[in-house]
């Protein structure tokens, strides 16, 4: 089983729609997990962190459940500029991250 | 903005040469990763590094691949005998915590081509 787990997509919405991506993990040993943003052949930067409690920012919101191993990642009202690649990650206390193969979002007008 | 700047931003290098990659990390963080990506394929942890020395490597970092930093600034990743199947794009990356707790800032990357 891969340790992060992605559904690749691509998810092809219109500009305004909501979209919602799911992530599952099966290291126990993470301790942190991340959303990070990939534009076409660029580096990843981080979008947001991901708590149990689940946090928001802006037109975005994620979400870790811990039983379930399961990481979430909602956007709403999409812009043409959130298309991208969405990488789900979780560390652990050695400073690894490990990257699902992340899910492609295209915002069309 | 304090970013991490990475040289050469593309090298192309035959079977068997030898590589380093350079990074300068944001000044004040304190730890240092490589990570590389195969084109089409996820991103891969290579190796952190905390208090000048390694903090964990992954499989891929094997006998062939080495980390230094130098000097208080550079963060540098060689290959001693590159293979065909070490083309792919490395980043560097810093942070001023472990990953397990901060945020980590990637280089632009560079582009290794091995013919």
């Known amino acids: 089983r891969k340790e992060v787990e992605q559904d690749p997509g691509p998810f092809n919405v219109p500009e305004g729609a909501t979209v919602a991506f799911n992530c599952t993990y099966s290291?126990?040993?993470?301790?942190?997990f991340f959303w990070y943003r990939q534009d076409c052949r660029k580096e990843p930067k981080l979008l947001m962190s991901v708590y149990s409690s689940g946090n928001e920012d802006g037109r975005f919101t994620a979400q870790l459940n811990r039983a379930s191993q399961y990481i979430s990642l909602l956007i709403r009202d999409s812009k043409l500029s959130d298309s991208a690649t969405y990488l789900c990650t979780g560390g652990t206390s050695y400073g690894k991250l490990t990257f699902g193969q992340g899910t492609i979002l295209t915002v069309h007008p | 903005e304090p970013e991490v700047t990475q040289t050469p931003s593309h090298q192309v290098t035959q079977m068997g040469q030898e590589v380093i990659l350079r990074c300068v990390p944001i000044s004040n963080h304190l730890y240092f990763y490589w990570y590389r990506q195969i084109l089409g394929q996820k991103v891969e942890f290579l190796v952190s590094f905390y208090n000048n020395e390694i903090s964990e490597k992954s499989e891929i970092f094997d006998d062939q691949f080495s980390v230094e930093r130098p000097d208080g600034s550079n963060f540098t990743l060689k290959i001693r005998s590159t293979k065909l199947e070490d083309s792919a794009m490395y980043f560097c990356a810093s942070s001023l915590r472990t990953s397990a707790t901060g945020e980590l800032f990637f280089g632009e990357g560079s582009r290794l081509t091995v013919l």
């Open positions: 290291n126990s040993a993470s301790q942190s």
